[in-house]
């Protein structure tokens, strides 16, 4: 139905445009005849209902509005045809030399600079043109109405879902999608340069970029020069390259925000630093669900639907074709040169959630986990290790086309736990606001709690109840609930060992207890098992993952993995963020819950336990292309700075 009105509203568009070609040619051919002039002069203002409604005239409210947030203003910013060139607060035709603003709209919006444009410009508008005028504005407000009486009336539109890149690339209509959303990126690239206090620049790849982090004067994450003399201090300068840029290479340039209210905008992801949790989650669900609106307006597609890297399968851990193809707008060269050549995959252990996913007793221990599991494992991986440029930095991460596929998969990762979890109940940290602009440039401040259920934002995961790689025991119920202390949670020492200074490679550490200690893992209720690592020191980025597994003396080959540790914005700037400097020496202490891993190796008669610590690149070979040397497939040996003087406080088994 829809369509019908806007193929009216194009008609009357076009009576507008023919009334006014025939006005302006008469007018012409008096003032030729004036001139003695003959000449017929260019034009060409015959336009299609496509470059119509591409034009800056048409901005329709779709259907699905009433699920974009309450008010006629919020179902007029989610309009997905509107122009850049256009403000949401005018139908905007300009066309040679005639420019018309077709009157403010009624939704009390604000004027911006396109609108204080418009009105400074003198405008000669006919009579026969204002009547037009009409005649349009009415089609307009009909089209418009429409669809909002069918959002009131109750009956919800199909939900858009956002795919695994496989099944996003697939089918009858995967060469299509992928099209939108390279068109979608290349456009928004195009806007890099737009003027720097414009609607086009609000819109542009780099705004968006910059929203997550920039580096400039200002910003928390600091300067280039700040970031190269870091780079410098580390002995890491080999990587100087992704920063500062190469020969026919780009590098990243130092970012000033264009006013005030940007300064608002940009820079504003949450990290969480030593000791405190921010609303990570939140934040980036956020802003994906505004970026998804500019893809859409950007692709000219109103279907376009982030895709997901489905990492957590581990059939899925190579880096997805199409971002290795250097022709592509997905591509960046600041990646790991194994993953974008396809010598190299993510290693499946380090994009494992099946643990906080299956013992984690809330919300905040399940976030906390991921980010600094998971989130951070992929980052470091793909930007060949942290603190290197691109995705291995936070302030410039989001450069990175497969960020978003990355943070999409995050968001899936949340929505696997709230599926898990339908009745827990949000924590004060859902009242917490942010700001972000939408697809029109408009600066919009929200809550988090109205982005917790996705339905509403219009969007659903096809997979979010099967997202183990495989079947797992749950916690059981004498678990104690909550973020207390391991302390108290699992007072009982089994045993444990203190001061350890990792190698270089490899540690492996033995921790000692009376034989039968561990027989209450056998039955159906095992006895939950922690790992606990108190004070994982490090005085710098470590330049490498920690590994960690578990084995038997007797039997090391049947080790089972528990965990990656990584450093992914730990020794960041991000000075202003919650007051905190990250810099000097910092300690972390985690806990892992290994009662899975124990029943695996068979402990119960066991009076000893080895804990492997690995420095590792969290890359694995490809088997994907075995005519490729086998010695260019395997990823370079990872290995600490020794300058990071990392070590652990104690290794702790509690039960």
Same mark, same amino acid.
């Given at each position: ?176 999608? !992928?099209?939108? =959303?390279?068109? &979608?990126?290349? /456009?928004?690239?195009?806007? %890099?340069?737009? +003027? @720097? *206090? ?41 990587? !100087?390259?992704? =920063?500062?840029? &190469?020969?026919? /290479?780009?590098?990243?340039? %130092?970012?000033? +925000? @264009? *006013? ?59 880096? @997805? *074709? ?334």
């Amino acid at each position: 139905m829809l369509r019908l009105y806007r193929h009216i509203y194009c008609a009357f568009g076009r009576v507008v445009l023919s009334k006014h070609t025939a006005l302006r040619d008469q007018n012409a051919q008096r003032v030729r005849r004036r001139s003695g002039t003959t000449q017929e002069p260019k034009r060409d203002y015959r336009k299609s209902i496509d470059e119509l409604e591409s034009s800056a005239l048409f901005c329709f409210v779709p259907k699905n509005a009433h699920q974009m947030g309450a008010g006629s203003e919020s179902m007029y910013q989610n309009s997905a045809g509107c122009s850049a060139m256009a403000s949401p607060k005018f139908v905007v035709l300009d066309r040679g030399h005639m420019s018309i603003a077709f009157l403010k709209h009624s939704f009390g919006l604000p004027t911006d600079q396109l609108g204080r444009e418009m009105r400074s410009r003198k405008l000669t508008v006919t009579r026969i043109l204002l009547r037009a005028t009409r005649v349009v504005l009415s089609a307009a407000a009909f089209a418009l109405v429409i669809p909002i009486a069918y959002a009131q009336s109750g009956n919800s539109p199909a939900l858009h879902t956002r795919m695994r890149w496989q099944d996003f690339i697939s089918g009858p209509e995967g060469n299509k999608r !992928l099209a939108s =959303l390279q068109k &979608a990126i290349a /456009k928004m690239r195009s806007l %890099d340069n737009s +003027p @720097p *206090d414009s609607v086009n620049f609000r819109l542009s790849w780099k705004y968006w970029a910059n929203i997550h982090g920039y580096l400039g004067q200002g910003s928390k994450f600091g300067t280039v020069a700040y970031q190269t003399d870091r780079l410098n201090r580390l002995q890491m300068s080999q990587f !100087l390259p992704y =920063l500062v840029g &190469a020969t026919g /290479k780009p590098g990243i340039q %130092d970012q000033t +925000p @264009p *006013d005030d209210g940007t300064k608002d905008v940009w820079a504003t992801c949450v990290h969480s630093p030593q000791g405190k949790q921010l609303n990570v989650f939140g934040w980036h669900r956020m802003y994906f669900y505004y970026f998804e609106r500019v893809l859409r307006w950007a692709a000219n597609d109103p279907t376009l639907t982030l895709p997901y890297w489905d990492y957590t399968n581990p059939a899925e851990t190579a880096l @997805p *074709d199409a971002f290795q193809d250097t022709g592509s707008p997905l591509y960046d060269w600041r990646r790991s040169e194994a993953l974008n050549e396809g010598l190299a995959i993510l290693n499946p252990q380090i994009t494992d959630i099946d643990s906080p996913l299956s013992t984690d007793t809330n919300f905040l221990q399940y976030e906390g986990d991921i980010e600094s599991g998971v989130h951070g494992n992929v980052h470091c991986s793909v930007g060949q290790t942290c603190p290197i440029a691109i995705m291995g930095l936070v302030g410039v991460a989001a450069n990175d086309p497969i960020f978003y596929e990355h943070h999409a998969n995050i968001d899936r990762i949340w929505s696997c736990w709230q599926n898990a979890h339908p009745h827990e109940t949000p924590g004060d940290w859902q009242n917490e606001q942010f700001t972000f602009v939408d697809e029109t440039g408009t600066k919009i401040t929200r809550p988090v709690r109205d982005f917790l259920d996705t339905k509403t934002l219009g969007y659903v995961y096809d997979n979010e109840s099967n997202c183990m790689q495989v079947a797992t025991l749950q916690a059981t119920a004498n678990e104690t609930p909550g973020l207390l202390p391991a302390e108290q949670a699992f007072p009982n020492i089994l045993g444990s060992v203190k001061s350890i200074g990792l190698k270089p490679t490899t540690t492996s550490v033995d921790i000692s207890f009376p034989k039968g200690t561990l027989h209450g893992l056998t039955g159906s209720t095992p006895t939950p098992t922690k790992l606990l690592l108190r004070d994982v020191s490090s005085k710098s980025d470590p330049a490498a993952l920690l590994g960690v597994f578990v084995e038997r003396k007797d039997l090391p080959q049947n080790r089972q993995y528990v965990g990656t540790i990584n450093w992914f914005g730990v020794f960041d700037a991000m000075q202003g963020m919650e007051g905190e400097k990250h810099d000097g020496q910092i300690s972390r202490t985690f806990q892992y819950d290994i009662t899975r891993q124990l029943r695996r190796l068979e402990l119960k008669n066991a009076k000893e336990l080895t804990v492997v610590f690995e420095a590792t690149s969290g890359l694995a070979p490809s088997k994907k292309k075995p005519s490729r040397e086998r010695a260019l497939a395997a990823p370079s040996a990872a290995t600490f700075r020794a300058d990071a003087a990392l070590t652990i406080g104690a290794v702790e088994l509690r039960q």
